[in-house]
């Protein structure tokens, strides 16, 4: 296949151009950046999908009462709102840090549901507007480690993801759960076209084992900095689970079911030796084309803000999730 020019995520150069020229110089032309480095036929779908119109922009955040448990709060300095909101993955609404913002804004997520079913004493289905009254939310600062070997630290909002499978009651034979995107190709352009998608299997879907996804560190995620998710973060519910690459944290859930089986997982499906199912932080084992062992922070912006870290086992999060791969060779379980 052809390539096409396009930053790379191992520039050091790309947040810089990124931010500075052209996100506001392309969102003032209500173009995505994708457009421009796409192909002309996938230009003419994006363009056919926007009907000629700049896409919506996203509907303001609603705020949210959460508690702010001091367990969560580490001494780490946040990534500015506009990078967590502005430099994101999502392909379902294109392959550029910028396009998931510029494109994502129109998601309709009023009457979102999401159905808990497969091993469980009782299959439900939740409206969004229930999730949010029944859980009593709270605000946890996590890590957050892309496997491209970039990483934030975002304040998140949402609930143990062990307290809505109680709900459902999983059963014996749980042993993993798998989760599950919205499937709209109509509203998803990256769904039906591969240069918007990345020829990626959608929808897209991930998974945890049973004794992963009961750890309180995994998070059910409705906000982020005191409001309700934006479209490009996976309004209006995904998963966070900051131990594993940013991968794991799938977008926009409607569907989590128990299975007895070990799921599938996009991103596995994709590429299997460069991307595991367990997808554990840890910087002794390299992705097969580049270093694992530090990371980009992406901080607040500048040409000389630039910063490299040593990246942390398990994220940093080893004292709560270590005990989890005891016995596990990480090498081979990557
Ligand atoms: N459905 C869906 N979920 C997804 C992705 C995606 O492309 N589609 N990208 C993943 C990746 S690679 C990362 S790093 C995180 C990014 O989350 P953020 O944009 O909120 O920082 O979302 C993850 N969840
Ligand atoms: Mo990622």
Known sequence: ??????????????????????????????????????????????????????????????????????????????????????????????????????????????????????????????????????????????????????????????????????????NSQARYVAFQTLDDPAQMPGQKDRFIGGGLQYPYIEGLRIDEAMNPLAFMTVGVYGKTLPPQNGAPIRLITPWKYGFKGIKSIVHITLTREQPPTTWNLSAPDEYGFYANVNPHVDHPRWSQASERVIGSGGILDVKRQPTLLFNGYAEQVAGLYRGLDLRENY
């Open 1 to 170: 296949m052809r390539r096409y020019p396009k930053l790379r995520e191992a520039d050091v150069t790309a947040e810089k151009v990124f931010f500075s020229q052209r996100r506001t110089i392309l969102k003032a032309l209500g173009i995505s950046a994708a457009t421009l480095t796409l192909p002309l036929s996938a230009r003419a779908d994006l363009a056919s999908w926007f009907k000629g119109e700049s896409p919506a922009d996203a509907p303001a955040g609603k705020p949210l009462d959460f508690s702010k448990p001091s367990q969560w709060r580490p001494d780490l300095p946040l990534t500015p709102f506009d990078k967590v909101t502005g430099y994101n993955n999502f392909y379902e609404f294109g392959l550029d840090k910028a396009d998931p913002a510029a494109n994502a804004g129109g998601l309709k997520t009023q009457g979102w549901q999401v159905r808990i079913d497969g091993e469980v004493a009782k299959p439900v289905t939740l409206d969004i507007d229930d999730i949010l009254k029944r859980f009593p939310l709270e605000e946890r600062i996590y890590r957050l480690r892309c496997v491209e070997a970039w990483s934030m630290v975002v304040p998140w909002i949402g609930f143990e993801l062990g307290k809505l499978l109680a709900l459902a009651e999983p």
